[in-house]
């Protein structure tokens, strides 16, 4: 599995927000961003270019997706639009996204050489959505390879008492990273729109 430092989850996660000013202030949603990164797996030569190849490893990634909460019709959340705009952008529906994605981290056959999917979202993903339609946790669960997702704050109690979103990701296999440094910001960007 490819090690990312921490420099590259901020270069990430500051693109996620850049998505969260693009969505529209609305009292009864966060503006949050998300983006869909696929990191190759190490490469496998010679002993002595190990560490180089992980190095650049660690600092290069793919963007196969970006998402911000209102961009698709209806209520909808950024990890479900960076979602959705993948699969249709490969003329799949949502539910097939798997089958998408393990194409994306098994470019051959060999199973010990795969490469890492990790979905940066400024906000923790919801486990609860008050319209009834499926929350983000299940939709990343259900894509199956996205094995890690980093998160810019924890979600506020403002709609939901408690997110155990990040429990349920946990309890699925999906390892959950907070990177600090861009709270502030990010939840002054998720809260546009909302009375202060």
Do not use: W
């Not at 196969?64 to 960076?82: D, F, I, K, P, V």
């Amino acid at each position: 599995m490819t090690t990312i430092p921490q420099s590259t989850h901020l270069h990430y996660l500051r693109l996620a927000l850049e998505q969260a000013r693009r969505s529209p202030p609305k009292p009864t949603n966060y503006c949050v961003g998300a983006v869909l990164v696929l990191f190759p797996a190490p490469a496998r030569i010679g002993k002595e270019h190990v560490q180089d190849a992980e190095e650049d490893a660690e600092t290069t990634g793919t963007m196969l997706s970006t998402g911000y909460t209102l961009e698709l019709e209806g209520n909808t959340h950024a990890e479900q639009c960076c979602l959705s705009k993948l699969a249709s952008a490969h003329n799949v529906d949502d539910d097939s996204i798997h089958e998408l994605l393990s194409s994306q981290i098994r470019p051959n056959s060999q199973a010990d050489n795969t490469n890492t999917l990790v979905l940066y979202t400024t906000m923790e993903p919801c486990i609860l959505r008050l319209s009834g339609a499926v929350p983000c946790v299940d939709r990343i669960i259900a894509a199956k390879y996205i094995r890690t997702v980093v998160c810019g704050v924890s979600e506020p109690d403002t709609f939901v008492e408690k997110n155990e979103g990040r429990a349920k990701l946990e309890a699925n296999g999906i390892e959950v990273v907070n990177v600090g440094g861009l709270e502030e910001e990010i939840l002054r960007v998720a809260r546009a729109g909302h009375d202060t």
